[in-house]
């Protein structure tokens, strides 16, 4: 009895020891099972945009080029933005990828156009730009060991374009440009100009600068000779009327339409 009493201090020591051993044991291996794994990051490419080719446009038509395509613009020099005057520069240059920020803003330098200055210029777009940032910002390039030249292949012959579809003008005018073959007909636009009303049943700022962008772009077109004007602008009456209805404006393009359908008659006959 007396040596199981000498004992007992030394056997409570080792039972704690191994009882804390095996808790820890437990501790860690509940710990392994819970962990949870770190979540992975995946990196979204951003949607990006490219700068159309406006340079050599009159400006009536390329600010709706540029507004087509997500860009804002704004016009700098001494020049300002009548709608008969012609893009000479803009920046960023044609085909360049930028980040789509919104409304990237393309500045524009502009000539003269043969016609009179009439009206109020527009020199900024009617909405707010946003920055311009390039999609594919150019590295800086390392040295490169020259490879050995190889043989030149023979180039492919060119693939035949498709014939763009004719549209015989109604009558010339001196220094008009001609009509742009990659945009639908004057007509073709007033019909969806039509359609687009009766969708929009709403005024707000951006739904009337887009009407008021397509009335001076048949309504210029015409004036230009181009296919059909004087149809387009009959279809363009029938639309400057439905935009009087639900909206409460139209009046004053509508009368601009039908000076320009006066005009366009008596060209033609």
Known sequence: MAALAARLPRLAVIGGVLLFASATLTWGAAKRLTAVPAAKHTVVAKPTVVVPDVTGQ?????KGTLEDAGFAWQVNGRVHGYSANTVATQTPTAG????DTGAPV???TLTRGKYPETGEPEDVSPYLSTAVALANPLPIAAPV??????????KAAPAKKAAPAKRPPAFAVAGAPKEPLDEIPLT??????DAWLRDHPHQTSANVSHFLYQQSWIVT???FGW????EALRLLIAADRHAQ????????SELAARRALAEVEARSR
Not at 96 to 99: P, S, V, Y
Not at 145 to 154: D, E, I, S, V
Not at 227 to 230: C, K, Q
């Open 96 to 99: 360049t990828k930028l980040i």
């Open 188 to 193: 073709e636009r007033a019909r969806r100009l």
């Open 245 to 252: 209805a639900a909206w409460g404006i139209g009046r004053k």
């Open 106 to 108: 393309v500045n524009v």
């Open 145 to 154: 060991t020259p490879a050995a030249p190889k043989a030149a292949k023979p």
């Open 58 to 62: 009159a400006f009536v038509f390329a």
């Open 221 to 223: 077109g015409a004036k």
């Open 227 to 230: 296919w059909h004007g004087a």
